[in-house]
């Protein structure tokens, strides 16, 4: 690809709209009974949508009993995003001294990954603290019902979100156009990458999944990338853990946002239906197998799903363990750490699987990665709080600042708490690295160089250098300036740093595969090469030539060449999104053009 045709790496989000709470097709009180269960005491739904025998299970996932209060989402019928707000509270003795309750919304899907569902948060749990003291109050889910429920139909397909101004239709225009596999785009809308979150000069809602991508950082820590790669390649992704199940629920939104393909990528990429999203599927138990049993990339995906960009895989949460055991259901299981490991003497990780293989580990060069090395991690004021109350996060890393923290990290080791998740070192980069410090005779390497130069160039723009600048304080600046000198979000910087990765990941690997056949059929030149080439669902086609992948493609991509896990990684990328067999060669050691090692 010529530089001409190369795209900038900055985030293009919508203009800012006033937050409003989306309206609601179903509001229900489900209370624990100690002879029947959990039940439905009261329930109000739009015609048409049933919610019996499904949200009482959905909404009271297993274990709640050992908490206080809880929030819980799920989806319901692949339509409509749920949340309930759970409450403990105390009660007679007849009723074991426990009285559990819990009051949920159903909001369709329509208005986003989550249907905007967390902006009900408050308001739920709310209600549900004046229920627990006095469950046959249902005037105030009369009330709350009359509020917010859903009136219109046709907004159910079509929220008001701005969709209708002169930009957006000339995007959906575009978009109709046939794609380089020559099918046309099904999506009416595109997946933003920022937009999934607030627009300009928006704060996020109290209850934004995104407000805890911090902790997802902080708890996964290196893991989140061999995490993040096995989303990019559409797994389905089980996360196993305890109650409460908030925190387990924002870590699905978050993997699933940080591993959407931005639009830039849209038309570079020949699979069809391209997956531009990983299918978040929020809380789910043992009575969601039938859709646990969808997204393999063995099956074909329904026509909703396609259309809406999440043919193939998904990631979901649960505290059922049964499912743990039935490895036919998921492609990674991630074994979360109980809240009290907290209390730990040492330091207790995420345990990621593919089924029953080995744990999976984080590279060497992921424990290097900003993320890991804290260049992006926010850090609060101890002695200050802004106007509202709450401590603002101070400003992230200019690039300057973001070159020399890249530098230390890459020269520092990983700290001994992260040696445990990380790969060893193989004996060839042991090799490598000696070689490069005896011929380097303590000089700085070029290859620690550019590897730092990289990860600053997924850095740039993202900072500001004005600490105690208003527009730093936390969720207040959610937008990119196009002209790349404005900062942003600690939530937004994480995303935009995780997408300019997938950019650079995917757009090396397109023009690899489309110099090698430029090469090898330079004839080929028409609109229908990739439709031929990618054959059905992108499965590899008879007379393929094999993509070859050199260990300077792997460093231009910012991937490891001495891992072999990388390796796989890369070529199950391009077996999965060109339908292509890749030959990866990894890191070598050469002395006067032989190669030693």
């Not at 489900?30 to 015609?47: C, E, H, M, N, Q």
């Not at 704060?203 to 290196?222: R, V, Y």
Request: hydrophobic share 35%.
């Amino acid at each position: 690809m010529s530089p001409a045709k190369r795209h900038s790496l900055h985030l293009e989000l919508p203009n800012a709209h006033a937050e409003e709470l989306p309206h609601v097709a179903a509001l229900f009180l489900i209370l624990f009974d100690v002879k029947a269960g959990y039940t439905i005491a009261w329930k109000r739904s739009i015609p048409g949508l049933d919610i019996t025998d499904s949200v009482e299970y959905k909404s009271l996932p297993s274990g709640l009993h050992n908490v206080d209060e809880d929030a819980v989402y799920f989806v319901h019928n692949d339509a409509y995003a749920g949340v309930s707000s759970f409450i403990n509270g105390k009660a007679e003795e007849s009723e074991r001294n426990a009285l559990m309750l819990a009051v949920g919304a159903l909001i369709p899907l329509s208005y986003g990954r989550l249907g905007k569902s967390w902006r009900h948060g408050e308001g739920l749990r709310a209600l549900a603290r004046d229920l627990v003291r006095d469950p046959s109050n249902t005037n105030l889910l009369d009330d709350y019902w009359q509020d917010h429920q859903h009136r219109n139909e046709e907004e159910t397909i079509r929220p008001t979100s701005g969709d209708d101004s002169p930009s957006a239709m000339s995007e959906k225009r575009r978009r109709a156009k046939s794609s380089p596999n020559g099918q046309p785009r099904t999506r009416d809308r595109a997946v933003s990458s920022a937009s999934a979150l607030a627009p300009p000069g928006q704060i996020l809602s109290a209850h934004h999944p995104a407000l805890s991508l911090s902790t997802f950082l902080d708890t996964f820590g290196p893991l989140v990338f061999p995490l993040y790669k096995a989303a990019l390649l559409r797994k389905r992704i089980l996360l196993i853990g305890q109650a409460p199940v908030e925190l387990a629920c924002n870590f699905v939104y978050n993997l699933s946002v940080i591993s959407t393909l931005p639009s830039a990528l849209h038309d570079l990429l020949p699979l069809s239906p391209l997956p531009t999203r990983l299918r978040p599927l929020f809380s789910v138990g043992v009575h969601d197998i039938p859709t646990l049993s969808t997204g393999s990339r063995t099956s074909q995906p329904t026509e909703t799903l396609a259309s809406e960009g999440q043919a193939y895989g998904w990631i979901a949460c649960t505290t059922d363990e049964i499912l743990s055991v039935k490895d036919h259901l998921y492609d990674t299981l991630v074994t979360l750490p109980p809240s009290y490991s907290s209390q730990a003497q040492s330091r207790v990780w995420p345990r990621i699987q593919r089924k029953k293989a080995a744990t999976v580990k984080a590279t060497q060069r992921d424990a290097r990665r900003p993320p890991s090395s804290s260049c992006l991690q926010p850090t609060r004021y101890t002695d200050a709080e802004d106007n509202n109350g709450s401590a603002p996060f101070l400003p992230l890393p200019s690039l300057e600042q973001a070159t020399t923290t890249g530098h230390e990290a890459i020269s520092s080791a990983p700290s001994d708490d992260e040696q445990p998740i990380l790969e060893p070192q193989s004996w060839s980069a042991l090799a490598y690295n000696s070689f490069m410090w005896w011929a380097s005779a303590g000089e700085k390497r070029t290859d620690l160089e550019e590897e730092s130069e990289y990860d600053s160039s997924l850095l740039a723009n993202l900072g500001s250098s004005d600490p105690h600048s208003p527009s730093r304080r936390r969720g207040s600046d959610m937008g990119l300036d196009s002209g790349g000198d404005a900062g942003v979000g600690f939530e937004m910087a994480v995303i935009a740093y995780f997408h300019r990765f997938t950019v650079l990941i995917l757009r090396t690997l397109s023009e690899i595969v489309d110099s090698q056949d430029d090469v090898s059929h330079p004839e080929s030149e028409n609109d229908n090469e990739y439709e031929d080439r990618s054959g059905a669902g992108g499965r590899e086609r008879e007379g393929d030539e094999v993509v070859e992948i050199t260990s300077d493609d792997m460093t231009r991509m910012g991937l490891d060449v001495w891992s072999e896990s990388d390796r796989l990684f890369v070529e199950e990328l391009v077996d999965f999104y060109w339908g292509r067999r890749a030959s990866v060669n990894g890191g070598r050691v050469e002395c006067c053009g032989v190669r030693v090692l």
